[in-house]
């Protein structure tokens, strides 16, 4: 008697994925296989891979759905593009012009000030004694002075008469003279020791903002000291210094020795945020020979001050503008081994691959095209994979697009 043996489960799981295997492979074939007769006449033909039937004529009877631009015409500003340093406009640092007691600090550290606003204040007192002092010493040789005036003009009178001898008119009138020059001097010192009196109250030279505090209140300081009380920096307006290659410098002078300015933008380190508008007035008289560059500098109102000292910047330039210059969509341009080209879209629905020559990209998404396309011209934006030059296209719009995903959605 013969026992079949019932068939083990990993035989049938084997038997199980070998069939699904085949399903799969049914409907690989049948999804990319031609239907019907080949581009280059019928069944038979060879189907090797540059052969009719290989892979470039597999798809020959069925087009691409792709999206498309206009070419068009726009005046494009011409843009030159630098990396700059953010400097301030103005930096003092302000130190003490008399010697003292420093007595008190009005200001906060990283405040914004104003010029002229009172920022520490000196002992004064020492100065204002001897500004008494000259005075009372003015006083007295005032006095002395309107005593041999008098005498002056009485010595004249007795020499008119032949009363006095010519050597005591003559010492008169020195004498004179002498307490004249000591009321002058006295009033020298007068205006010194009030000057003295007004630097005692320092004051912000520049509008602007401090730095941190470099000496406290209740420290001797001296005029004769390089260290000072605090830094104050100017960022309204702000600076911007850059370079640029030497061979930019014809286009730049034609504006900058006219007495006209190009425009800048200022955008941040990563080039993606724009911090301020502002204009070039400035260039260097002179190439950086170890470079080959020319130094600019920018200036920014800086309103909200974006743009701080030491700062490192992208600047672009406006150096000019074509006009009506051919401008494609940015999707559009494609790169390769053999330069830049875009797919035109013909008459007949097919595409042509053309070579371009490209200029000045042109807002965020648009590209402008010196030589390749002309205005009015179909060029494809999106399924440019998919093509190679001749191939059939179908132009769907992105709202056909936008209804057919709609629909999937709906199903």
């Not at 069925?62 to 498309?68: C, N």
């Not at 008459?347 to 205005?375: C, H, M, W, Y």
């Amino acid at each position: 008697m013969t026992v079949i043996s019932p068939k083990k489960p990993h035989s049938r799981r084997k038997i199980i994925l070998c069939i699904i295997l085949l399903l799969l492979i049914i409907v690989l074939v049948w999804r990319f296989w031609p239907h019907g007769q080949s581009a280059a006449g019928g069944p038979g033909g060879m189907r090797g891979p540059g052969g009719p039937g290989g892979p470039g004529q597999m798809m020959a009877g069925i087009s691409t759905p792709v999206h498309t631009g206009t070419v068009v015409l726009a005046d494009v500003p011409v843009y030159l593009t630098a990396l700059g340093t953010v400097i301030p406009n103005a930096t003092v640092t302000v130190t003490s012009r008399v010697d003292g007691q420093l007595m008190h600090v009005y200001f906060k550290e990283g405040q914004k000030v104003a010029a002229g606003q009172l920022l520490a204040q000196i002992d004064p007192r020492s100065y204002q004694a001897t500004l008494a002092q000259y005075q009372g010493d003015l006083n007295q040789n005032q006095a002395l002075l309107k005593s041999a005036q008098l005498t002056l003009a009485r010595y004249q009178k007795l020499y008119a008469q032949d009363s006095l001898a010519r050597q005591d008119l003559d010492t008169q009138t020195a004498t004179v003279g002498q307490y004249s020059g000591a009321v002058k001097a006295d009033q020298a010192q007068i205006d010194a020791a009030k000057l003295n009196i007004e630097y005692a109250r320092i004051t912000a030279p520049i509008s602007g903002r401090v730095g941190l505090r470099l000496v406290d209140a209740g420290n001797m300081v001296q005029s004769s000291s390089t260290t000072g009380l605090v830094t104050i920096t100017q960022t309204q307006p702000a600076a911007v210094t850059f370079s640029v290659p030497q061979s930019n410098i014809p286009t730049l002078l034609k504006a900058l020795h006219h007495d006209q300015s190009l425009p800048a933008t200022a955008f941040d380190q990563q080039g993606s945020s724009e911090l301020a508008q502002g204009e070039v007035q400035y260039i260097s008289n002179q190439i950086d020979t170890s470079t080959g560059s020319v130094t600019l500098k920018a200036l920014f109102a800086n309103l909200d001050e974006a743009l701080y000292p030491n700062q490192f910047v992208n600047l672009r330039l406006q150096t000019g503008t074509l006009k009506q210059a051919t401008v494609i969509p940015g999707q559009a341009l494609q790169l390769s081994s053999d330069g830049s080209f875009v797919y035109v879209v013909n008459k007949d629905s097919t595409v042509s691959r053309k070579a371009v020559k490209t200029g000045p990209v042109f807002g965020n998404d648009q590209q402008a095209i010196l030589e390749g396309v002309s205005a009015g011209e179909q060029v494809v934006t999106e399924g440019i994979d998919r093509l190679t030059d001749g191939s059939k296209v179908s132009v769907v719009s992105a709202e056909e697009t936008a209804a057919a995903i709609g629909g999937k959605k709906a199903q």
